[in-house]
């Protein structure tokens, strides 16, 4: 009876994973730390918006024009909607899991943007990497070179100027096409 | 149960106390091999409790390094706080904490944890064990998983050293961000992400289109359609997953379809 008890065990053989002495096997798919690369990110706020639990944030400061966007992995639920929304692939679910901190600080990561000043009125109105990153989609969409050159200017412009902006090209439109019969 | 109002009863405040602090280093010092750790759950969904169970099975066999859940807070070394402290367990968690002897280690653990993780704007949550304790360890994950877990107390107890470090980046000149897929005109690869995602949903859809356009991106410059067609079947021949093949073969179309309107 115990000899067969015996046998078996030694048929099993040891099924404890040696980890943390050897690396663990990870399922494929494995959702781990998010990776984020910040000279690719264009600080345009989506993961921020998409994110669940606010584990990314982001903050403007209007007096020094800075963008500050920052994830707490203590917050992060490991949900990929960061990655899935980042339209230029800056931030990307990695297989790293060794998150185990003694602060909370340790569990911060930050990045400091400029913002885009309006070239009207002067006031910050989107993140300067993101505002380069729609002109050169722009760019590739392929527009014809007058048009892309009109959007280029347009978009220097705030979206309260634009509209001012717009509103007066219209006025002209209608004076020239009327010629003052209205 | 007047005593334990929240608003009145001082000896369930929390006390830090410098002479407790120096006793925590030699308690984490001496106990390395032999960690009592007492579980509390403070309003979590239980997939913490599910993760630490499964951390002390064989298979992960937390107990080689001397982690031993027990049942009362008194036997406890360690407090494992689990659970977003919803306000009807901030009580019964100070309790927890008052009959551990001292000196004691709380460890926040999981998301909630650590910060009330996806619960943390709950009007009825306090946001993380460290909102009402003195927390000397955090092991984020939702949950951790056993390997996180004992990697987590293998940290605490010395054995290994902390992998994370906070970071911090500000923008220098110059710096730019690169377009994906520059060679894939934008119409198409929208078109392509959009079908995918309809196709395999939020974050499938978004890799497997990208792995498409990749596939795709090196032969559409110059319209070898045969070209393409071969590639793709010896991908999908690679990976060898019928659900797989249906999408891509469902984004070629897409992809040919485009390509014939232009």
């Given amino acids: 009876m115990v000899l067969k008890l015996i046998k078996e065990v030694l048929k099993v053989g040891q099924a404890t994973v040696a980890y943390p002495f050897q690396p663990v096997e990870l399922p494929p798919g494995f959702r781990g730390k998010p990776e984020y690369d910040p000279e690719q990110c264009i600080a345009c706020a989506a993961c921020t918006i998409a994110c669940p639990p606010n584990a990314l944030t982001m903050e403007n400061d209007l007096e020094t024009g800075v963008r500050t966007w920052s994830i707490f992995y203590g917050r992060c639920i490991f949900c990929a909607r960061c990655e899935e929304v980042c339209p230029t692939g800056a931030i990307k679910l990695g297989t790293d899991f060794e998150l185990a901190s003694f602060s909370r600080a340790d569990l911060t990561t930050q990045a400091h943007f400029r913002l885009a000043a309006c070239v009207v009125c002067g006031a910050y109105f989107a993140s300067a990497k993101a505002l380069e990153h729609v002109l050169n989609l722009l760019d590739q969409a392929g527009l014809p070179p007058e048009e892309a050159a009109d959007r280029r200017a347009l978009l220097r412009a705030c979206p309260e100027c634009r509209r001012k902006i717009d509103l007066a090209r219209v006025k002209v439109f209608v004076q020239e096409a009327f010629d003052g019969r209205l | ?262």
């Fill in chain 2, 1 to 262: 149960m007047a005593d334990y109002n929240i608003k009145t009863d001082s000896r369930y405040a929390v006390h830090p106390d410098a002479a407790i602090d120096s006793l925590k280093g030699a308690l984490l010092k001496d106990i390395q091999r032999s960690a009592y750790v007492y579980r509390v759950d403070c309003g979590g969904c239980n997939g913490c409790e599910i993760e630490i169970f499964a951390s002390i099975t064989p298979l992960f066999d937390a107990e080689r390094f001397g982690i031993k859940v027990v049942s009362s807070p008194r036997h406890a070394d360690i407090l494992l706080y689990t659970g977003a402290v919803t306000r009807s367990m901030r009580v019964p968690a100070l309790r927890a904490y008052h009959a551990a002897p001292d000196p004691k280690i709380c460890v926040a653990y999981g998301a909630c944890g650590c910060s009330g993780g996806i619960f943390h704007d709950l009007y009825c949550v306090w946001g993380g064990a460290d909102k009402i304790l003195p927390i000397d360890f955090y092991i984020p994950g939702c949950p951790p998983t056993p390997p996180a877990t004992i990697h987590g107390f293998a940290v605490a107890l010395g054995l290994l050293s902390q992998k994370i470090k906070a970071g911090e980046h500000i923008q220098q000149d110059g710096e730019a961000s690169e377009l994906i897929f520059p060679q894939i005109p934008l119409d198409l690869r929208v078109e392509i992400e959009r079908q995918s995602r309809r196709m395999a949903g939020y974050w499938q859809g978004k890799s497997i289109a990208h792995a498409y356009l990749g596939l795709i991106a090196a032969t559409l410059p110059d319209g070898d359609q045969q070209k393409a067609a071969a590639d793709l079947q010896a991908y999908l021949h690679a990976q060898d997953d019928p659900r797989l093949s249906e999408i891509m073969t469902g984004l070629h179309a897409t992809c040919l379809a485009w390509q014939s309107s232009q």
